[in-house]
């Protein structure tokens, strides 16, 4: 997955909901999976481990389909934390996750930056 139109660096929300555009790099199946928007030092996936210190980080996910090299627009709608976090006077910069279904977690390429898996993408969120 590759984010497009330079929204790997800034969103903004309206009514709770922002968009990302994506385009699925897979040539015969389509790309199946979530994007989460993460509290920066927080736990972000589901439930923390046990007796994980660390809890509560997803401010923003959607699951989505997109079909194989094409491009699609993803809408995202906020946690409870997410609507306090963009609320604040400056809006919210957190990293991006992605989960693709048979290839597990990973960080969405970047143009200029495709294929690295592991590579940081932050998004500053600020309200309409």
Do not use: W
């Amino acid at each position: 997955m590759t984010l497009l139109d330079g929204q790997a660096s800034q969103a903004t929300v309206s009514a709770g909901v922002f968009s990302v555009r994506v385009r699925c790099n897979l040539t015969r199946e389509p790309c199946l999976g979530a994007l989460l928007l993460c509290k920066l030092g927080d736990f972000c996936y589901g439930h923390p481990p046990p007796g994980s210190p660390i809890s509560g980080g997803r401010v923003a996910g959607s699951d989505f389909t997109v079909q194989p090299r094409q491009t699609a627009s993803i809408s995202i709608g906020l946690t409870g934390l997410g609507e306090r976090l963009v609320s604040r006077p400056g809006g919210f910069r957190g990293f991006l996750l992605l989960t693709l279904k048979d290839y597990g977690r990973m960080s969405p390429a970047t143009p200029g930056h495709p294929n690295m898996f592991f590579q940081n993408v932050y998004l500053r969120l600020t309200p309409a």
